[in-house]
């Protein structure tokens, strides 16, 4: 019970630093307007300049976000507090694998854009897709059979589930970190891939 | 310091049987030495902003090769960055809800432009473009004027060795143009910064360049001094009726294809 009340808290916490209903990135827009062209003018790639945006971002959020909440839910309902510092240590890279992905998915998401019209369908997609498979509306243990093992399988996985069940000593915390790290290494390397197609594909739009 | 070799760029539009292809950019060729101060001419939709975007590596050529500053733009944009600096009169590059001040610190960051550097240029900048009044104000209650000035700043604090402008007077008044005018000659006349200019105001072409290139239907349609493309024309027609003469001429001959 107090692990279900836990984990309550914990996916309200993940909300804001990892962006689950979408949104923080101004990409988008900005490849619509065409002022993606200024930053294309910057000596930085395109990725990491947005990565360090939605990490200041995150950073922020997760300060006014996922903080006050959690500390009143502790005070008031009592969650699992773990008491191995191994396991914070753990929970905090998965806490960031997790913004990573979130960050990662959501800058594919954006890029769409560039070779479609309006990426309002593909955010929309996205959004179902990311509330469904990170576990934030139904853990994934729940999920039954072959389409649990696939949701568990998916990046989406490693947004909410797993850094919570990192942090409720449910998971083996290596295997854990294992599966985000290849998750996050595999999508921003497709990033990269889709930021170079982008500039060789598009029309800048605008003057 | 640009070389641009037979450059094109084109772009698939529309989709089913109204799919085709635009030549934004066709066979395009010239070259800008050091220290020249070039105007780059052309219609609306004759590719001039594409060419700039090419040069900057923001758009990739479709065919043909591009060298600015000893890099190919594509490959090196990044590396490109640092060398050059860029102006879109309609965009800016300045953080919108950022004090002009903090804009130029993270420049100075993302430029890693060492720390003495960046404070005696950013002295002679502030005192040449009159930076002093507003550089505590947020960039989005700045004038256009005020943006625009920030804007050449922004651009110059790396002291790249080419600066390229894309209409950096469009909506200034007289005397913001002629201060921005007056900035530029300097600019070029005393550091030897290589500039390409594109406007619409015939006027910073007369003040500025020695030298002007006419873009049209994505091809070079004249390249000489500003004397030479007076000389196309009898005596006493403006330079605003020569160059609209050009603009609605006959599209420039296509090379001979090998």
Known sequence: ?207 | MIEVDRAGRSFTVGRGSARRTVHAVRDLSFTVGAGEFVGYLGPNGAGKSTTIKMLTGILAPTSGRLRVAGLDPTRRRTALARRIGVVFGQRTTLWWDLPLKDSFQLIRHLYKVDRMDFRRRLDELADLLDLGAFMDTPVRQLSLGQRMRGDVTAALLHDPAVLVLDEPTIGLDVVSKVAMRDFLRRLNAERGTTVLLTTHDLGDIEKLCRRVMLIDHGRLGFDGTLDDLRATAPDGESLEEVVARLYTGPPPEAPASP
């Open chain 1, 1 to 207: 019970m107090t692990d279900a009340v836990t984990f309550c808290f914990l996916s309200q916490a993940f909300i804001g630093p990892m962006q689950v209903f979408g949104g923080g990135l101004q990409l988008a827009g900005r490849v619509r307007s065409g002022d993606v062209a200024v930053d294309l003018l910057r000596p930085a790639s395109l990725q990491l300049w947005s990565l360090a945006d939605d990490l200041g971002r995150a950073a922020y959020l997760f300060l006014l976000r996922s903080l006050p909440p959690t500390l009143l839910g502790a005070a008031l309902f009592g969650i699992v507090v773990p008491t191995d510092p191994a396991t914070w240590a753990a929970f905090a890279a998965s806490f960031v694998l997790g913004v990573l992905i979130g960050f990662a998915l959501r800058y594919l998401t954006a890029l769409s854009c560039c070779w479609i019209v309006d990426d309002q369908g593909v955010q929309s997609l996205s959004l179902v897709l990311t509330l469904f498979l990170s576990g934030m509306i139904l853990p994934l243990n729940l999920f039954p059979g072959w389409f649990g093992a696939l949701a568990r399988s998916l990046p989406w996985a490693a947004m909410v589930q797993l850094p919570a069940d990192v942090y409720l000593g449910k998971r083996d915390a290596l295997e854990a970190l294992a599966f985000q790290a290849g998750w996050a290494a595999a999508l921003l390397a497709l990033g990269a891939l889709v930021t170079r197609a982008a500039r060789r594909k598009v029309v800048v739009q605008g003057g």
